[in-house]
């Protein structure tokens, strides 16, 4: 027969009056850490180099840069110390003054207005006629995302070569070539140059449709298929919907490009013919650098940043709106 007194023996924390700590109870100072620290601090660990970097090489740089479109800044040379006195919104009153940088903003409307409609279609219809390839699919994933991998120096060499005045395309063109050529016509720089980023990127963004695709259940579009739906209809049913968390992706990736455009219209034609080319990116680098006005670069890097934020939610909303 078992005794109170055997049970006490057998669990001091009876017999002493006092309950054993329960697992997973801590203290509140461990709860306080686990709240600072998740579940995982090994993550955080793991994190702390990379976060280490987007703080020296994006944040650090990003807060300088507000700090000088709101300052009277100016290069000096190394060790010379000179007063950069708060100016408040003069350097954005002098910027949006500037026809030179509303050209900038609409030549870079017209871009997006191009690129990202263009994007999305080509993007969504190459990606699923790539889905119903039953044979080669390697060969033809390998061909769509080898312009996204080659360097933009080599692709522009070859668009220079097709597009310039005595090029292949203006010979297969004939007496439909464009007067000027396409480099040097303001009114076709600005598309042309929209088309080539397309061309360049589509890869990435077939790939990423294509994922999508294939994580689609088949058996939604054979019931489509069953309740009488046409090839056009489960598309319209069953694939749109399906993707859209991807298109909302692909917008946001192609607003975000299409702030940074520089390298393309500087090496095809500097900003020319009369700014048609010239875009944001392109008008920082050419008052900072060249023409040594850091400030007024800055504060047009800060009007495009909200643009670009701006655009960017609304793109996702819009997107990722339900139907």
Same mark, same amino acid.
């Not at 800055?298 to 643009?307: C, K, N, R, S």
């Given at each position: 027969?078992?005794?109170?007194?055997?049970?006490?023996?057998?669990?001091?924390?009876?017999?002493?009056?006092?309950?054993?700590?329960?697992?997973?109870?801590?203290?509140?100072?461990?709860?306080?850490? !686990?709240?600072? /620290?998740?579940?995982?601090?090994?993550?955080?660990?793991?994190?702390?180099?990379?976060?280490?970097?987007?703080?020296?090489?994006?944040?650090?740089?990003?807060?300088?840069?507000?700090?000088?479109?709101?300052?009277?800044?100016?290069?000096?040379?190394?060790?010379? $110390?000179?007063?950069?006195?708060?100016?408040?919104?003069?350097?954005?009153?002098?910027? /949006?003054?500037?026809?030179?940088?509303? $050209?900038?903003?609409?030549?870079?409307?017209?871009?997006?207005?191009?690129?990202?409609?263009?994007?999305?279609?080509? +993007?969504?219809?190459?990606? *699923?006629?790539?889905?119903?390839?039953?044979?080669?699919? +390697?060969?033809?994933?390998?061909?769509?995302?080898?312009?996204?991998?080659?360097?933009?120096?080599?692709?522009?060499?070859?668009?220079?070569?097709?597009?310039?005045?005595?090029?292949?395309?203006?010979?297969?063109?004939? *007496? /439909?070539?464009?007067?000027?050529?396409?480099?040097?016509?303001?009114?076709?720089?600005?598309?042309?140059?929209?088309?080539?980023?397309?061309?360049?990127? /589509?890869?990435?963004?077939?790939?990423?449709?294509?994922?999508?695709? !294939?994580?689609?259940?088949?058996?939604?579009?054979?019931?489509?298929?069953?309740? +009488?739906?046409?090839?056009?209809?489960?598309?319209?049913?069953?694939?749109?919907?399906?993707?859209?968390?991807?298109?909302?992706?692909?917008?946001?990736?192609?607003?975000?490009?299409?702030?940074?455009?520089?390298?393309?219209?500087?090496?095809?034609?500097? #900003?020319?013919?009369?700014?048609?080319?010239?875009?944001?990116?392109?008008?920082?680098? $050419?008052? #900072?650098? !060249?023409?040594?006005?850091?400030?007024?670069?800055?504060?047009?890097?800060?009007?495009?940043?909200?643009?670009?934020?701006?655009?960017?939610?609304? *793109?996702?909303?819009?997107?990722?709106?339900? *139907?």
């Amino acid at each position: 027969m078992t005794t109170l007194h055997d049970e006490d023996v057998r669990s001091p924390a009876r017999a002493t009056g006092r309950r054993g700590p329960r697992p997973g109870r801590t203290g509140p100072r461990g709860r306080r850490l !686990q709240r600072w /620290l998740g579940e995982h601090p090994l993550g955080l660990l793991l994190s702390t180099p990379y976060a280490a970097f987007v703080v020296v090489v994006f944040l650090v740089p990003f807060g300088f840069g507000v700090w000088m479109s709101f300052h009277d800044f100016f290069f000096t040379a190394p060790g010379v $110390q000179v007063p950069h006195p708060f100016v408040g919104l003069e350097n954005f009153q002098q910027v /949006l003054a500037d026809p030179a940088v509303r $050209q900038a903003f609409g030549n870079l409307l017209i871009f997006g207005l191009i690129n990202i409609p263009l994007t999305v279609v080509l +993007g969504l219809l190459l990606s *699923s006629g790539l889905d119903a390839v039953v044979h080669w699919k +390697g060969f033809f994933r390998v061909s769509y995302y080898i312009p996204y991998v080659t360097a933009s120096v080599a692709t522009l060499a070859v668009w220079i070569f097709m597009f310039n005045g005595n090029g292949v395309v203006n010979k297969i063109l004939g *007496s /439909l070539a464009p007067e000027p050529t396409w480099l040097a016509n303001p009114s076709l720089i600005m598309p042309l140059i929209a088309v080539y980023v397309t061309w360049k990127n /589509l890869g990435f963004y077939v790939l990423l449709y294509l994922a999508a695709l !294939q994580n689609v259940p088949k058996e939604l579009h054979e019931a489509a298929e069953m309740d +009488g739906a046409g090839t056009w209809r489960r598309f319209l049913t069953v694939t749109l919907p399906a993707v859209r968390p991807v298109t909302s992706l692909v917008v946001l990736l192609c607003v975000i490009t299409t702030g940074q455009i520089f390298t393309e219209p500087y090496l095809l034609t500097g #900003g020319g013919p009369n700014g048609a080319s010239m875009t944001p990116a392109l008008l920082m680098y $050419q008052k #900072g650098i !060249q023409q040594g006005q850091p400030d007024i670069a800055a504060a047009i890097g800060m009007i495009l940043v909200i643009a670009v934020m701006a655009v960017s939610l609304a *793109s996702r909303r819009l997107t990722e709106r339900k *139907s």
